[in-house]
Nanobody, 118 residues
Framework: QVQFVESGGGLVQPGGSLRLSCAASGFTFRWSAMSWYRQAPGKERELVASITATGASTDYADAVKGRFTISRDNTKNTVYLQMNSLKPDDTAVYYC???????????WGQGTQVTVSS
């Protein structure tokens, strides 16, 4: 079955960096666009970044543009999110799903918690 396993979150000070990973299985990863999402306490889940199946194109939410970079390794069925210059507003649980700018799978992983605080 479809499965997403996110990892790499943690507690970081403002201005710090983290690299998130999402290992996907149960579908043909190399044919699928992938996206990262996040959900902060009391807020709805929001799109953070997307990448096409080949990695040739990417797209970012305005709030993270210039600070976050999405990438993928189709040999490892894994998508990454490099997060730099982190801000307290980036605090959220981060998830991945397949699809370009919209989640096309009903399944979600457990997410990985990112907390930005001094």
């Amino acid at each position: 079955q479809v499965q997403f396993v996110e990892s790499g979150g943690g507690l970081v000070q403002p201005g710090g960096s983290l690299r998130l990973s999402c290992a996907a299985s149960g579908f043909t990863f190399r044919w699928s666009a992938m996206s990262w999402y996040r959900q902060a306490p009391g807020k709805e889940r929001e799109l953070v970044a997307s990448i096409t199946a080949t990695g040739a194109s990417t797209d970012y939410a305005d709030a993270v543009k210039g600070r976050f970079t999405i990438s993928r390794d189709n040999t490892k069925n894994t998508v990454y999110l490099q997060m730099n210059s982190l801000k307290p507003d980036d605090t959220a649980v981060y998830y991945c799903n397949s699809g370009w700018r919209i989640a096309i799978r009903n399944e979600w992983g457990q997410g990985t918690q990112v907390t930005v605080s001094s």
